[in-house]
Nanobody, 123 residues
Framework: QLQLVESGGGLVQPGGSLRLSCAAS????????IGWFRQAPGKEREGVPC????????EYADPVKGRFTISRDNAKNTVYLQMNSMKPEDTAVYYC????????????????WGLGTQVTVAS
């Protein structure tokens, strides 16, 4: 059974930080392209940071550059999203997703999805 489970979401003040985790089972994340996506109410799902297999290519969406960082812990088969200097516009449900070996920021290219974790940035 192939699964991705996100955790770490919650309520944070503007300027604060959160770290999201994405734990995989049934496959090895290091040999897949991984993406973090987010979706706010009434808006389309968008890529936040995405990287290719083994992290050879990593790109961040412009709104989060310099604030968010994606990383892997291969021993735990887990991907993290460190979010710093958070803004209200970061409020969304955050999903991790996996696909094949090629890099992509398109949600339609990803076949494995977690159920998401809510992130709310507000005073």
């Amino acid at each position: 059974q192939l699964q991705l489970v996100e955790s770490g979401g919650g309520l944070v003040q503007p300027g604060g930080s959160l770290r999201l985790s994405c734990a995989a089972s049934g496959f090895t994340l290091d040999y897949r392209a991984i993406g973090w996506f987010r979706q706010a109410p009434g808006k389309e799902r968008e890529g936040v940071p995405c990287f290719s297999d083994r992290g050879a290519r990593t790109e961040y969406a412009d709104p989060v550059k310099g604030r968010f960082t994606i990383s892997r812990d291969n021993a735990k088969n887990t991907v993290y999203l460190q979010m710093n200097s958070m803004k209200p516009e970061d409020t969304a449900v955050y999903y991790c997703a996996a696909r094949g070996t090629g890099w992509s920021s398109r949600p339609g290219d990803y076949g494995y999805w977690g159920l998401g974790t809510q992130v709310t940035v507000a005073s």
